[in-house]
């Protein structure tokens, strides 16, 4: 696809990153595209290492994550349907994807793990679904696919 020939690059009014503005409608065809400074990208990722490395900090000086795990309610509401042990867990698994997404670029696990919890609280909100979840299955449920 062809760039706007009225496309011009600016400069952003609350700093010097380069903005691309143009008079068509590209920006309804890329909602999600924007560029930013390669310098300021860096920053980000340093931020979010910083900010995960103290979280690690705390767990490590605190094996009981006291802070944090008082903290998840605010963020995440509905973590009142874990039981004590759960929130913790889930409070240990979301310090660790967050250290990864900062120190590896892995940013695909911190959503898994909230996703994964979330569905643990969607089930134990409801007493029926919970109870049937639990309950012992029997014979063969078929095959299983497996993706890499």
């Known amino acids: 696809m062809k760039g706007c020939s009225k ?22 065809l890329f909602p999600d595209f924007y560029l930013t400074a390669a310098d300021r990208e860096d920053q980000r990722g340093e931020t979010l290492a910083t900010a995960s490395r103290l979280f690690l900090a705390l767990v ?3 094996p009981t ?3 944090l795990v008082v903290a998840m309610p605010e963020v995440f509401p509905w973590v009142r349907h874990l039981t004590s042990a759960e929130l913790r867990a889930f409070t240990l698994e979301l310090v660790e994807a967050l250290s990864d997404a ?22 134990k909100a409801d007493p029926a679904r919970y109870a049937q979840a639990r309950e012992a299955t029997r014979g063969d449920l078929g095959p299983v696919e497996v993706s890499a």
């Open 102 to 123: 900062a120190e590896l670029d892995v940013d695909l696990t911190t959503q898994e793990v909230i996703a994964g919890w979330r569905a643990t609280a969607r089930i």
């Open 60 to 62: 490590e000086h605190d």
């Open 65 to 67: 994550a006291r802070a």
């Open 7 to 28: 496309a011009r690059e600016s400069r952003c009014r609350f700093g010097n990153h380069p903005r691309l503005t143009s008079p068509c409608a590209a920006p309804s």
